[in-house]
């Protein structure tokens, strides 16, 4: 490499850097949302007339779990705007993605009844499908760890969160959203409602 | 590196032309291609010519046929692609040759056989094969084999089916040269090639309830010499390496690779980019190559905690993962391919580039598979993305990328320096120029 070369390449990540560093928490939580938001589409449009990619489907479920646990962590910002369904009371993220998953083993896997979870006693089947307080922990401990979540955001694509049209609405914080570090935000209903919100 | 482009081939424009496998035989004198239409096409390596030195090396079609078509479950609602996900051939026993095609369900083993001669003067039949009027015949005659023009034929020998719940994603003929194995999202299956109907299942990934599931089987292999070991890559960055004579279920691995997480680079897409496309054993046996989105990486089999090599294949894209994300790029498997001497490692990337590095010198290369930057015989230039800042002639920026021009199928000659790279629905076979050293 040129050594001219190389001093571009630096000035270039110090750009980014500086971009990394400037978010706020409205930025933070719209990048989040606008995340939760096409991962969703893509749960929803990947049920077509042939099976679908079930390495994709689970990477996109596992980003998801990933989002609601850092969405669930984060600070609340700003009053969303009013939910566009407030009708659809029981359509929670985890329930869509279990639901999906769900549909993914009755068309792939009816030919393994021993395997499938319609039936047979044990301690497994006690295990919901909405996340407990506990699951939740588990996973974000699993992903946070000790770093601060700021960690998370090093290679954000800027341009994702400039097409977001409102990043923080001037109203101050609605009681949909949980204190910072509480469990009691596992209420998934108010996940939805802050991305239909966005 | 100097690199002289082949021949492109398929050039028709149609999604059933797109090339989904790439496999050259164990001598490299025939290629075989796989594509989206469930077609294999092979391509045979022109004897050399003291007359035309420059067609020594060129691969012409040889045969070509239907492997598979597309299906329907209808107990499951589901259709089936026809699309060709690998091709493995088997090693050379007679005159033949055999391969190995498979879609997402079902792996059929083709033979493939040259005939120059056919018999003629049967004295029952006529030469069209209908029997004769009897009362015609008033001697009898020896029949003859009378050459004929070369015709190869391709017939379907077995067809290993009902062996797989989720899309296979590999095939892997054993070095044995009796077995080989299917893996799919969740189970690795392993086949006796002359038993259709039974299948052993040696790997089970699958969770008693599919909503535990969080991790899959990306790609699986055989090791090249030792019949009893194999590896399987996972969609968590993770490398199984399994020692059947351990037990029958190999659910218990022998040795698991796993690179720790760099935590300044962790992201929402850590694990997504982390999902190893492909794992390839050397020749040696030694090391095992792999792809993730970002790096291919080399890993010792002696050293489990972390690759001994890693290379940057398209860094510059850690910046643009959400909006790979958003238009589902950052899903795309990419292979990886080693030389004949394991000196040299391959893989695709976007807008029709493909790269390759030296281990020995660590230099690295960006060139190009497309018409319009090269004719035949030409020598490649090697290209240059530019991230920011001044850009030199030639350069091409991040932003200009085509994202629809993706090479995720690339094959290296077992012995000699011939790649060949599927570019979309264009193949091009390109040859060290001189036959000289790859650096």
Redesign the interface.
């Known amino acids: 490499m040129v050594g001219?070369?190389k001093r571009?390449?630096s000035?270039?990540e110090e750009?980014?850097e500086d971009e990394k560093w400037d978010w706020g928490p409205a930025g933070l939580r719209s990048y989040q949302q606008a995340?939760l938001q096409?991962s969703l589409d893509?749960v929803q449009r990947s049920l077509g007339?042939?099976?679908p990619?079930?390495?994709?489907h689970?990477?996109i479920?596992?980003?998801l779990q990933?989002?609601q646990a850092?969405l669930c962590l984060a600070p609340a910002p700003a009053l969303p705007p009013e939910p566009l369904f407030p009708g659809e009371e029981d359509f929670s993220l985890s329930a869509t993605i279990?639901s999906i998953?769900?549909e993914?083993?009755t068309?792939?896997?009816?030919?393994?009844s021993p395997?499938n979870?319609i039936a047979p006693p044990?301690p497994?089947?006690e295990?919901l499908?909405q996340p407990d307080p506990v699951f939740l922990e588990a996973l974000s401990s699993r992903y946070l760890?000790d770093?601060g979540l700021d960690?998370?955001?090093?290679?954000?694509?800027t341009?994702?969160v400039e097409k977001e049209p409102a990043l923080a609405p001037p109203e101050p914080p609605h009681n949909l959203f949980c204190a910072p570090g509480s469990w009691e935000c596992n209420e998934l209903d108010h996940i939805m409602e802050i991305i239909l919100g966005s | 590196m100097a690199i002289s482009r082949g021949l492109a081939r398929r050039t028709v424009p149609e999604a059933a032309d797109i090339i989904s496998t790439v496999e050259f035989n164990h001598t490299g004198e025939l290629l075989a291609t796989g594509d989206k239409g469930g077609r294999v096409v092979i391509f045979q390596r022109e004897p050399e010519s003291k007359n035309a030195p420059h067609s020594q090396g060129e691969y012409d079609v040889y045969s070509t046929f239907q492997s598979h078509e597309p299906e329907f479950d209808y107990l499951k609602s589901l259709e089936i692609e026809e699309k060709i996900n690998k091709i493995k051939w088997l090693p050379q026993q007679n005159a033949a040759h055999s391969l190995l095609s498979t879609n997402d369900k079902t792996i059929k083993l083709w033979k493939i056989t040259e005939r120059d001669k056919r018999p003629e003067g049967y004295n029952l039949k006529d030469e069209e094969g209908k029997l004769k009027d009897l009362s015609t015949v008033t001697s009898l005659q020896v029949p003859v084999l009378k050459p004929m023009d070369l015709m190869v034929e391709v017939s379907p020998r077995r067809v290993f089916a009902n062996g797989h719940t989720y899309h296979i994603n590999s095939i892997s003929v054993n070095s044995d040269c009796e077995t080989y194995m299917s893996a799919d999202d969740l189970r690795i299956n392993l086949w006796h090639l002359a038993i259709t109907d039974r299948s052993f299942n040696i790997v089970d990934i699958k969770p008693a309830n599919m909503e535990d599931l969080t991790e899959v089987i990306t790609a699986s292999e055989f090791h090249p010499h030792h019949c009893n070991l194999f590896v399987y890559s996972s969609s968590k960055g993770s490398l199984r390496l399994c020692d059947m004579r351990a037990a029958a279920l190999c659910d218990k691995h022998s040795k698991l690779f796993e690179e720790p997480e760099d935590p300044s680079n962790r992201s929402f897409f850590s694990e997504i980019i982390s999902s190893v496309s492909d794992v390839k054993f050397s020749h040696s046996g030694r090391y095992m190559l792999t792809r993730d989105y970002l790096t291919v990486k080399v890993w010792d089999l002696n050293m489990e905690a972390r690759p001994i090599e890693t290379y940057q294949v398209h860094d510059y894209l850690r910046s643009k993962l959400c909006s790979l994300y958003e238009n589902d790029c950052i899903f795309d498997k990419f292979e990886c391919a080693w030389n004949g001497s394991d000196s040299v490692i391959m893989t695709g990337a976007y807008n029709n580039f493909f790269r390759m590095f030296d281990r020995n010198t660590k230099r690295d290369v960006t060139l190009e598979a497309s018409r319009e930057s090269s004719k035949p015989r030409a020598v490649l230039k090697p290209r240059r993305v530019c991230v920011g800042g001044k850009r030199r002639r030639d350069d091409i920026s991040v932003d200009s990328l085509d994202f629809t021009k993706k090479i995720l199928h690339t094959a290296w000659h077992p012995a000699e320096n011939i790649i060949a790279i599927a570019a979309t629905n264009n193949l091009y076979i390109f040859q060290d120029k001189v036959n000289s050293e790859m650096h």
């Open positions: 001219g070369l571009k390449h000035d270039l750009e980014e995340l096409i893509k007339p042939r099976a990619s079930l390495r994709r689970v990477l479920h596992n980003t990933q989002l850092a279990g998953l769900r993914l083993e068309s792939m896997d009816d030919t393994e395997q979870p044990g497994q089947n295990v499908p760890g770093s960690d998370f955001f090093l290679d954000i694509d341009s994702a």
